[in-house]
């Protein structure tokens, strides 16, 4: 027996109707995938799944709590969907959150110190753009590795990750420990003119998801109309033809990281000045890392960024009330959001290949007799993969170009 | 690619199906369907035993197709094969391997950081131990002169020494019919001469070779039979032997060939003038090739000391094996070495443009100052293979004037023009640049780069793998370019294209350019002698 994945082709109708597609049918065979090990689990799958489907939607203060954790997790989505569209893999914007956090922490901190008043319209944006810089510095700093040193981004920027967090340890367990806090790790509580307003009464959604919203509809127009998000894209999908056309490898390694970078800090900011008001060592629960999933989730496009952020916030709230509802470990929660991206990138796997399983037969399946074959096999098999085939990529002269749909 | 059979395709066209033809390998009515597009309709083809026969065609006449058809590729929606006189279908390549069919791609598929024999041994089915892959071999090695160091690392191998790896893979299979699919496209004069040999050699041990090209002398001078197709049709059987290549050409696009023209040249003044132009890479610095042939060299190889005057209103032609610097001089000349990360490429010399250094500039400010290359890898490099041939003229335009929005109406009319102008064959400035043939997509990326009215135009392989209509079309509009003043280098392993088109040749050896000969000196002896490196000792 043997199994091997072969490129099937398809038309570009088919190629995006897969890209609509693999997304929901990896969310229901992570529902289901689910189900199962809850009931392996003893714990009963249809209330679990509740928990994680219906109970963040139930009423207006919950889906507040679903948009709100949906907040950063699209802001860090959205920058890396950027990077990862431009070939720049920056997995690190967890460390770039936590430094944005330190950052706008830190002002905040400055101002509540300082100013026994103060507009806010001057401490918030004041707040953001801090947080902004301090994730800019920190991807700038993953970004100088890769530029000068030819050091892989993807080990340095999740590498600074735990840099960060040691930072921010560092910060609220020393010298910015509240003195009248009874020893908590924390700071102290910001003042009021630095909290992001909120929407509305009794929500803690503040009006960061509004902009995180603009933010995604603007990042749409920077990838798809303008000379820069097509430089980006095209170094991202054929780097020799980037180079051709003379678009520099290091303006889309410095744009993207930047950007991300920024996006992340900002997120980090929004977090710290929104629902937290002081910095503790857990400001962030895993935001830059679910974001990958998110980013890929919705495509590498800013649009479905959004929509998936929600999705995987719902995925976050859902894992907290199981946790303190039925006892479901944590660890679990987790390990759906990891069967979520495996799914996913199982179905795009598939929507591009097939499995073709061959048997064959006798030790060396060769048939000298000219008598038809003895090999069997479940479906016709196309040559793109056969060792002695061609890469699926190259245009034979003929009708192979003339196939086009 | 659905093996859907239409209704109404006519059945008929076998004949009696009792009787099965004594040839090695025999097609009747082989017709199969791509959409509205009939690319083989009802071909009969016999191969007699240990004979080369010829299939010629232009891009799209039907070639592949009818070869993916006997190699099990595709399935024909209509008509029957024979081998040695038994009904044979194949259902995929590994079936048709296994029935003795071997098949020799344009593009080779090799796994870049194995062995020679470690890549030949992953092809085959697992009865061989590599052991016995490393003497089978050096036996071919002993009964071709097919010259191969089983130990070497394929990515340290010219283009020639790749196909080598992959004729001994197909030999290894014992196979009774061998298919060859433009196999001279990347080889020098001499390596076509000795992979000439060899085929004959093979022919005469009863192997039959079905050869497709649209080379017509080396059909003429190797081939026994020749099948010709036209628009998916049968179009004609030749002798090739004795017919003449305008009987050969006329039966395959219908018409003769327009002949080219050629102006005589005045003596311009000089638009590109390199002295000592070295290029070093980190992978030449790490050791030279391992495998110990003459033609060798990776295909990263420096450039030494490279001199050369390029006129205005000139063309000069680089002739060389594969993988002997020609991929450096065109990134070098092109300033994509600029284009890199650190440790980029390390060039150094004298490049200027107009009297203008410009060595130290990128790829967008020489394109300012009108110098333009373009690559031989068309796919992937000259245009992205996923994007339409709208968004595609981003990659040939000036990245400095560059504005801040896309105006898709612009890139669309750009496109357009390209298409018309160029007689592209594409359904439009949306098609995917993958989907165009070797040859329309060339026409393309040559009309759009002329549309930026290049002074300085460096061009590698214009025509490889293309058809005979656009080759000539695009050799003459590369002459038509010259005539307008425009200096041109061509880079190609084609000797008749040099000849057409170069007024003076130099030639590529190991990083080293030999000094120019006027095109009424050169010949195919002394450009092959030079290829080795032999202007070097006429100079000692």
């Known amino acids: 027996m043997k199994l091997r994945l072969e490129t099937a082709q398809s038309g570009p109708t088919a190629r995006r109707i897969s890209l609509v597609l693999s997304p929901v049918l990896a969310l229901f065979a992570t529902l289901l995938l689910a189900a199962l090990v809850l009931a392996a689990m003893g714990k009963d799958p249809a209330q679990v799944l509740r928990l994680f ?5 139930k ?123 009874w020893n908590f790790p924390q700071t102290i509580r910001f003042a009021d003119f630095t909290a992001l307003p909120r929407i509305g009464t009794g929500m803690r959604l503040h009006w960061g998801f509004v902009f995180a919203l603009l933010l995604a509809s603007v990042m749409s127009v920077l990838v798809f109309r303008t000379h820069l998000g097509a430089r980006l894209r095209i170094g991202g999908l054929a780097p020799a033809a980037a180079r051709f056309a003379g678009f520099s490898p290091r303006e889309a390694l410095w744009t993207t990281l930047l950007l991300s970078g920024a996006f992340a800090g900002m997120a980090g900011a929004m977090e710290v000045l929104g629902p937290m008001g002081q910095l503790t060592p857990h400001v962030s629960t895993g935001y830059g890392f679910t974001a990958i999933i998110v980013a890929f989730i919705g495509r590498l496009h800013p649009l479905g960024c959004v929509l998936a952020s929600v999705l995987l916030s719902m995925w976050m709230i859902g894992g907290e009330l199981s946790q303190s509802r039925v006892g479901l470990p944590a660890a679990v929660s987790s390990m759906f959001q990891g069967v979520l991206l495996l799914m996913l ?28 074959s003895r090999s069997e096999r479940a479906t016709v098999a196309t040559p793109l993969a056969e060792p002695g ?17 | 690619m659905t093996a859907e059979t239409p209704a109404g395709l006519p059945a008929a066209g ?78 995929s390549p590994a079936d048709a391997r296994s029935f003795g069919i071997g098949m020799i791609f344009q593009h080779f598929a090799l796994f870049e950081s194995l062995s020679v024999a470690e890549n030949i041994w992953l092809g085959l089915d697992r009865r061989w131990s590599l052991a016995a892959v490393d003497g089978a071999l050096r036996k071919l090695h002993d009964t071709y002169k097919l010259q191969i160091d089983p130990d070497a690392r394929v990515h340290r191998l010219s283009v020639g020494e790749r196909q080598r790896v992959e004729i001994c893979r197909a030999l290894l299979g014992q196979p009774r019919i061998l298919i060859l699919d433009e196999p001279t496209s990347v080889l020098s004069p001499q390596a076509t001469r ?31 039979d020749c099948t010709v197709l ?8 030749l002798d090739p032997r004795r017919s003449t290549e305008a009987e050969l050409s006329a039966c395959m696009i219908g018409a003769p060939p327009p002949p080219l023209v050629r102006a005589s040249k005045p003596e311009g003044r000089i638009m590109l003038r390199v002295r000592g132009l070295r290029l070093v890479t980190d992978e030449v610095q790490s050791g030279s090739s391992a495998t110990g042939t003459s033609s060798s060299g990776g295909p990263g190889h420096a450039l030494r000391d490279i001199d050369l005057d390029l006129r205005e209103g000139e063309i000069l032609g680089i002739a060389g094996v594969s993988g002997n610097g020609q991929a450096a001089l065109l990134d070098a000349l092109s300033g994509e070495t600029r284009q890199h990360f650190a440790p980029a490429p390390k060039v150094s010399g004298t490049l200027e443009l107009e009297g203008r250094d410009v ?44 504005r801040w929005w896309l105006d898709f109406g612009a890139l669309r009319r750009a496109a357009n023009a390209v298409i018309e102008r160029f007689m592209v064959r594409a359904q439009g400035p949306d098609s995917a640049a993958r989907s165009l043939s070797g040859g329309n997509l060339q026409k393309y990326i040559v009309g759009r780069t002329l549309g930026e009215r290049p002074k300085v135009l460096v061009i590698s392989q214009p025509t490889w793998g293309v058809d005979v209509g656009a080759s000539t079309q695009i050799r003459q509009q590369l002459l038509a370019l010259r005539d307008t003043g425009t200096a041109i280098i061509v880079i190609s392993e084609e000797l008749d294209e040099l000849f057409q088109l170069a007024d003076r040749i130099q030639v590529i050896a190991t990083g080293e350019l030999s000094p120019s000969m006027a095109i009424d000196q050169a010949s195919v002896e002394r450009i092959g002698s030079w290829m080795g490196g032999g202007w070097r000792e006429a100079q000692a």
């Open chain 1, 53 to 57: 489907l219906i109970e963040p939607l």
């Open chain 1, 59 to 181: 009423d207006r203060r919950a889906v507040g709590e679903v948009l709100l954790k949906a907040t950063p997790l699209m802001l860090c989505g959205l920058g890396l969907a950027l990077c990862f569209r431009s070939n720049v893999w920056n997995i690190g914007a967890e460390g770039q959150f936590l430094l944005g956090a330190i950052a706008a922490g830190g002002f905040a901190m400055w101002a509540s110190q300082n100013f026994s008043a103060l507009s806010p319209w001057f401490a918030v944006p004041g707040g953001v753009l801090a947080g902004m810089l301090g994730g800019a510095v920190w991807a700038s700093i993953t970004a100088l590795l890769r530029d000068r040193f030819h050091a892989n981004e993807i080990l340095v920027s999740l590498m600074l990750v735990y840099v960060a967090n040691l930072l921010l340890s560092y910060l609220v367990f020393g010298p910015w420990k509240d003195p009248r806090g």
């Open chain 1, 345 to 372: 990138l199982g179905f795009d796997a598939l929507s591009n290949t097939r499995i073709v399983l061959t048997r064959v037969a006798g030790a060396g399946g060769s048939s000298q007799s000219g008598g038809p």
């Open chain 1, 389 to 405: 085939g061609r890469p699926s990529s190259g245009g034979l002269p003929g009708p192979a170009g003339a196939a086009r749909p």
């Open chain 2, 14 to 91: 076998l004949p009696a199906a009792a009787l099965p033809p004594a040839a090695r390998l025999a097609l009747r009515g082989m017709t199969k369907r791509y959409g509205v597009l009939l690319a083989n309709d009802a071909i009969d083809l016999e191969v007699q035993p240990g004979t080369i026969h010829a299939v010629l065609g232009e891009n799209g006449a039907g070639k592949s197709t009818l070869m993916k058809a006997i190699y099990g590729v595709v399935q024909a929606d209509a008509g029957r094969m024979w081998l040695d006189g038994i009904p044979y279908a194949p259902r």
């Open chain 2, 194 to 224: 000795a992979l000439f040999e060899m085929l004959r050699l093979l022919a005469a041990q009863g192997c039959s070779m079905l050869y497709i090209s649209h080379k017509l002398h080396e059909i003429r001078s190797l081939c026994d």
């Open chain 2, 230 to 237: 036209r628009g998916g049709r049968v179009s004609g059987r």
């Open chain 2, 359 to 402: 060595l130290r500039l990128g790829v967008g400010e020489r394109r300012a100052l009108g110098l333009h290359a373009l690559p031989e890898e068309r796919l992937g490099r000259a245009t992205v293979p996923e994007l339409a041939l709208s968004d595609n003229m981003l990659l040939a335009g000036n990245v400095l004037d560059r």
